[in-house]
């Protein structure tokens, strides 16, 4: 059993472009998370999905961040018009999704480095 | 708001040392309480948890218990290997869906 794995493992792209990093879960489980992670810092919550849809998105620091689960299960996490301090590691993670959320694992994947020169 | 506060590192110890990282939180309502770690080239992944007040988690020779009057979470250990060598990060979620972590503690333990 494979587990969350994201690509690509590293982006480096100029100031203004748009990016597209991608979310591969666990099979079956139905929660997803996005983190995004600093250098020094630990990982500051993105967003959540439940499903295909965004059950919290308080954590996406501007409309330049939008993040998509259309079928449930990939996530695609898109930055437009990216600026230099969009550099950080974004992880994500994945978990069963069950009601007791505080007993509900998360497995994180590698990360994808984004560099925004 | 929610918060994790957790002891500045690195933190360099030698082998079969005894190690303590400190977390205190700030939260409304029970949060669940957790640390993770990181390994050098490896992602993140869960060391223990509480759930609860007086709950301790326990893994791989790591504890922490869950104390609400002093709202901590310790790390410890009571023989640090060299592959103990990592990032460690406490966290907390409350309610919702929201895992606040902490900015980590690097441990270097030496041979």
């Known amino acids: 059993g494979a587990g969350v794995s994201q690509t690509p493992s590293n982006k480096v792209t100029e100031k203004g472009k748009y990016v597209e990093l991608r979310c591969d879960p666990i099979s079956g489980h139905t929660a997803l998370y996005w983190y995004r992670q600093s250098l020094g810092q630990g990982p500051e919550f993105l967003i959540y999905f439940q499903g295909t849809g965004a059950a919290d998105d308080s954590g996406l620091p501007n409309d330049r961040f939008f993040a998509v689960r259309p079928e449930g299960s990939v996530s695609t996490l898109k930055i437009q018009r990216t600026e230099r301090g969009d550099s950080a590691v974004y992880l994500c993670?994945?978990?069963?999704?069950?009601?007791?959320?505080?007993?509900?694992?998360?497995?994180f994947g590698p990360g994808t480095r984004l560099t925004v020169l | 708001g929610n918060s994790v506060t957790q002891m500045e590192g690195p933190v360099t110890l030698s082998e079969e040392a005894f190690l303590t990282i400190n977390c205190t939180y700030t939260a409304t309502g029970y949060p669940s309480l957790f640390w993770y770690v990181q390994y050098p080239g490896e992602g993140l992944q869960l060391l223990l948890k509480?759930?609860?007040?007086?709950d301790k988690g326990s893994n791989k020779g790591f504890e922490a218990t869950y104390r609400k009057e002093t709202t901590s979470f310790h790390l410890e250990k009571g023989s640090v290997q060299v592959s103990d060598s990592a990032v460690y990060f406490c966290?907390?979620?409350?309610?919702?869906?929201?895992?606040?972590f902490g900015a980590g503690t690097r441990l270097f333990v030496k041979a």
């Open positions: 509480a759930t609860k007040a007086d």
């Open positions: 993670a994945s978990s069963q999704g069950g009601r007791n959320r505080g007993a509900d694992t998360q497995y």
């Open positions: 966290a907390l979620l409350t309610g919702g869906f929201k895992t606040i």
